[in-house]
Structure formats: C-alpha cells, structure tokens
C-alpha cells in the first residue's frame, strides 16, 4: 500500500513511510520485512520510468518545478473560508487521534493504538503539502482522511466508557456520529444541488465533468466538427505572458489530436519564461484552444515574453468564442 501511494503521489511519500512506524512497531520482524519489500519493489517502479524518459527529460522536468515552485503557492485563506475552518479542523482531528491512540496504546491496546497513531500522522505529514496551496482543492483531500474516520473514533471512544450500559453506548454513538456529520456537511443542501447541475462534456466514450463547462463544451464540439484526426492542439491561457492554469483534461477528450507542445500543464515561471520554446511549438499547431477562466488562479503577476501573443495575432484566426472560451486554427 505505501508503494502503490508512492506511485500515486510521489509527494505521499513521507507520510506513507512515516505512518507505518507505529503499525510495524507492533508486528513481528517477518512482517516487516514484506512491509519493506513490497514498498521497494512497488516504489522501484520509479526506476523503470526514469530509464524510459530519460535524463535530459528529467532534468527538464526538475527545472520546471523548480521554477514554478515559488509562484505556485497560494496564500493561506481568512480563518472564517471553508478552506482554513477544514485545514484546521483536519489538524486538530488529527492530533487528538495521535494522543487518543497514544492513551490507548500505552493502556496495551496494541489493535486500536497504533492504528489511531498511524492514522493521525498520516494526516499530519500531509500538512505541510497543502499549505503550500492552501485552497479549497488540496484541503478537501487533506481533510479527507481524519474527517471521514472521526464518526468511527467518535463510536470506538463512547465504547470505552465503563458506566454506559450497551444501549446508552449505542444511543450516545448514533448521537455523536450526528453531530460529526453535521459539522462535516454543513450546508450540504446547496452542494448537493450543485451537484446536480454539472454539465458534463463528452466526446464518444470519454467524459470530463466540470461545473462551469458550458464555453468549454462549446469549444470541444465545434472543434470536434472542424479538426482532421491527427491535427495538433495547444490548450491554454488567452495571455500567453501568463501561465496560471490551463484546461488540460481537453487533451483527454480530444485524443484524435496530437498535442502541440510539451507544455499541457501549465505552471507560473514555466512555459511563460524566456527561451521555454512555446512560441516556435505555437508555429507547429493547428488548433488553439484558449481561456480567461484561469486568470485569477494565482498571486503571480509576473509576466513573460510576449512573443507566443504575437504567434497567435500573426499566425492564427479566431473561429469562435463562447463563455471565455476561443477556438483559433490557422489563418488561410
């Protein structure tokens, strides 16, 4: 399991590693051993990978998130955000299973213990990868973890208590889980009927679902009409000085088109940076799929050259817009 979260989110790793001290401290030296090789073999993967990429392509790869590193985080979100009530709710949920398993484990509940102590160090060790970008799409699956387990602590706590009769235990755990999901689906109304209302793209047998989709369905089916299979597509910002954001998942949708460039994610310091080489890339496309949607997403107002601008105002004619959404193919 460590391995396979390794191959996930190579990021995962410390808190992979970290929260299996506690489970293997209390099982036998023939456990841990298999625990050690599943997680080299499974992580060795890695190495398979490198060799098929290649050096100079890492080397590139590591420059790149080097570069954006800085201008990719976020700042952290006013204390009364859903983002920073989760985050620090996550924490504290996250402490308090570390302590409680502690208490546990120290009483010689070698079972409930540990787990609760693994449980909340893997939540902890996950911390400092979502302060990095603190809003409300790395909190959530930060929160994840110890919020859906505290319904099941919550029981596993009201169990211990020696003066309940069995029927209060089973009254006062129905109550706590309550509250717990209260608190965890406050206003759950207005997010499920969100819910109901994605609009999903598709094309033949693959979907994307996204809650602000309409502009980029537009833009997907007209293409879809109008493109040869094999045509090369680039999907991006409208500003090419910037590179906040980009609707990656159209390359997913649109598989009968070749990417145009190396740049299908686009980050801050990367593609907008001097000598990136999307400008000449740009020279080679067909299609361009261009946004605003993403304009915001960042703090960072550094701005690169402008001469991939200049490839779309030279090169290419717009052939629709819809909802900040513009489909450009070659002028002629």
């Known amino acids: 399991t460590g391995g396979i979260a390794m191959l996930m989110r190579f990021d995962f790793a410390l808190a992979a590693l970290v929260s299996a001290v506690p489970l293997l401290a209390v099982v036998s030296w023939r456990a841990r051993a298999w625990y050690g090789a599943g997680v080299l073999v499974t992580a060795g993967i890695y190495a398979a990978h490198l060799a098929l990429v290649g050096w100079t392509r890492l080397e590139r790869l590591l420059g790149d998130l080097s570069a954006a590193s800085r201008a990719r985080r976020l700042p952290l979100a006013a204390l009364d955000t859903e983002p920073a009530y989760l985050l620090a709710l996550g924490v504290v949920v996250s402490l308090g299973f570390i302590a409680l398993g502690a208490v546990l484990w120290r009483r010689g509940d070698r079972t409930s213990g540990p787990v609760l102590v693994a449980l909340g160090l893997f939540s902890c060790a996950l911390v ?61 109304e207005a997010k499920l009927e969100r819910a109901r209302d994605l609009r999903g793209l598709r094309t033949a047998e693959r979907g994307f679902y996204d809650d602000d989709s309409v502009g980029a369905r537009h833009a997907v089916e007209r293409l879809r009409t109008i493109a040869r299979p094999g045509d090369r597509l680039f999907v991006g910002m409208k500003d090419l000085r910037r590179a906040e954001y980009g609707p990656t998942y159209m390359y997913f949708l649109l598989r009968e088109l070749e990417p145009a460039s190396y740049y299908m994610e686009l980050n801050p310091g ?45 090169d290419f004619c717009l052939r629709f817009d819809s909802g900040g959404y513009f489909l450009y193919g070659r002028c002629g």
């Open 128 to 188: 400092p990868w979502t302060m990095f970008r603190a809003d409300i799409l790395h909190v959530r699956p930060f929160a994840l973890v110890p919020l859906s387990m505290l319904p099941a602590v919550a029981l596993l706590v009201v169990g211990l208590l020696p003066r309940f009769s069995p029927r209060r235990r089973a009254i006062a755990g129905v109550a706590v889980t309550g509250v717990v999901a209260l608190l965890l689906f406050d206003n759950y």
């Open 270 to 314: 990367t593609a907008n940076r001097e000598g990136s080489g999307l400008a000449d890339e740009l020279r080679q496309a067909d299609w361009l799929i261009l946004t605003t949607e993403y304009d915001f997403r960042h703090d960072s107002t550094e701005l690169g050259p402008s001469e991939p601008n200049e490839v779309v105002r030279d």
